[in-house]
């Protein structure tokens, strides 16, 4: 069951990947600057901040299956429609749209709950974790790969060609959901989602914690993966298909520390887990623009990567772990994700406008200023919670 999901979110993560390191340089190509980069990232987010519960909550209605077939299809074709954009605003538009359909992890999240025990959660949550790793190896190198065959102009067989090839691993991924997912909980009339669920979550004390440190881990990732391209552009004359390649690389590295966060989770414990690596985040982000020669700056880059492969899935199991009622899973996994979300709508702008405005290695020492105080109230909270 574990490996037919892995299937399915690799090849959405994938589907996602493809687009990352190209959305910059079509963003410039359209005309935009760098804080038009931030804030197209972050009206995504907010497309999925919107919507994320209201995924979740329809897939303890009507099951897992069924709904994460949809938001597939929507957003391979989303993909396809991107590799057309002609506009800023119209890419704008697309990638707002995405967002709102971007509920596949929400889902996947909670159907990892819904197969695996208490004991082996974190198990189960470390293979969403290698489905976004492996995912954001193979993507952005496609998206690379891809990219070297087109040129820089506007048009699906130029600049758009990767979202093409995106659409077509995001076409896949419905199809084998269709035959490779089975719906492992009882579907509920449970109630619809919205902000108004979000807020009501908030009210549990473990999960408002959940909530916040991952609000504050996503929009530190969020500044980074942001203005990467940017930074990498000025500083070492990168293209969006050398970009691609480090991503790729990044990935490996995640999926490869991943794979023993199940050992890891049973001899240190989540929260210690999410500790330490939040820990690595945070050095690593404040460290990388000190290093002007590029092995440097991506040695820095593999230590807060290093760090994101345990915050990540720990974090996923302690919610699913906390959540009030097995029926109510998919919704407590859309509210995680909408709190993911939200740090992606204001991470990246930030990103933006400190790039801009600032300096370029501003936003990184800002991320890694963000995720030290995230993990700081995290050690707090221990003493107020009794994750």
Known sequence: MLLRLFIVLFLYVVTMGVALPIIPAM???LGGDGMDVGFIFAVQALGQFLAATSWGALSDRIGRRNTMIITLFLVALLELMTAFASQLWVLYALRFAFGIAGGTIAIGSAHAADITTEENRSKGMAVVGVSFGLGFTFGPA???FTASFGSKAIGWSDIGLPFVIASGFGFLAAFLAFFLIKDAS????????????????LGYRDLK???LIFMLYTAAAAI???TMFLYMKETYGFDRTNVGYI????GILTAVIQGGVGRMAKAWGEKKMIFGGGLSVAVGLLLAPF???LLGFIGALGITTAGRAFVHPGILALTSLKTPSDEERGKVMGALQSSSSLGRIWGPAIGGILYERVSYGAPFWVAGLIMLFAILIWRSSWSKSDT
């Open 247 to 250: 991503f790729a690389g990044l």
């Open 27 to 29: 963003t410039l190509a």
């Open 142 to 144: 496609i998206g690379a």
């Open 224 to 226: 980074m993966e942001g």
């Open 186 to 201: 009882e579907k509920t009339k449970a109630r619809k989602g919205g902000i108004k669920q979000i807020l009501s979550y």
């Open 291 to 293: 290093f002007k020669p």
């Open 209 to 211: 914690w959940m909530f």
